[in-house]
Nanobody, 118 residues
Framework: QVQLVESGGGLVQAGGSLRLSCAAS????????MGWYRQAPGKQRELVAR???????TYKDSVKGRFTISRTNAKNTVYLQMNSLKPEDTAVYYC????????????WGKGTLVTVSS
């Protein structure tokens, strides 16, 4: 069983930065694709950034150039560096793990709240 624990959320002013971390338990992290999703009040959950096991990254258009996803396999951890934050980035951010070698089973963290004030 995989457990994902996010940290690093909080309140920040527009233009500020935060770094989210997600630590994964278990032994499948190295081969898994990792992602950060977010869900704002009244909206659907959306993909923010994704990184594959070989380090290939993809981003939602609105965060390109501001957010950076990275991973450290030795620590079973994925990060999301968020710069130049905007009020519209306010949401609960969720860590996602896709067990590519195990039929693509998805695991989710409980989420961490990011609030950007104007």
């Amino acid at each position: 069983q995989v457990q994902l624990v996010e940290s690093g959320g909080g309140l920040v002013q527009a233009g500020g930065s935060l770094r989210l971390s997600c630590a994964a338990s278990g032994s499948i992290f190295r081969s898994a694709a990792m992602g950060w999703y977010r869900q704002a009040p009244g909206k659907q959950r959306e993909l923010v950034a994704r990184i594959t096991s070989d380090g290939t990254t993809t981003y939602k258009d609105s965060v390109k150039g501001r957010f950076t996803i990275s991973r450290t396999n030795a620590k079973n951890t994925v990060y999301l560096q968020m710069n130049s934050l905007k009020p519209e980035d306010t949401a609960v951010y969720y860590c996602n793990l896709v067990a590519v070698r195990y039929d693509g089973v998805n695991y989710w963290g409980k989420g961490t709240l990011v609030t950007v004030s104007s």
